[in-house]
């Protein structure tokens, strides 16, 4: 069995749908998402002092870790996480995994 990375990604709600879709279509492995709740609240960011929303949403996938970088540059780039307060992504690694399925 090959090496496995879990990417994570955290973004305002409601914006991670479309990023989810893309990213399904493009690397064939599942992607689990659910709603946080995230702290910092009353923080500003940025010269616009715009607040941080507590609801978040979060994804996450596993994929080979050969395809890490790859699908973790596209969720970046899909969810803008390079513009401040628009969320953040992390790769992790897998130390044991079971029970995956791809679709071709």
Not at 66 to 90: D, Q, R
């Amino acid at each position: 069995m090959s090496d496995f990375k879990m990417i994570t990604c955290i973004v305002e709600r409601g914006k991670a749908d479309k990023v989810i879709k893309k990213i399904s279509a493009s690397i064939g492995y599942g992607i689990t998402s659910y709603y946080a709740r995230g702290t910092g609240v009353r923080e500003k960011i940025g010269l616009s002092g715009r607040l941080i929303e507590p609801e978040k949403e979060v994804f996450t996938t596993v994929v080979p870790a050969e395809k890490a970088e790859e699908v973790f540059n596209s969720i970046v780039e899909l969810a803008h996480l390079k513009e401040p307060g628009k969320g953040f992504a992390f790769i992790q690694s897998v130390e044991k995994a079971v029970g995956f399925y791809r679709r071709d």
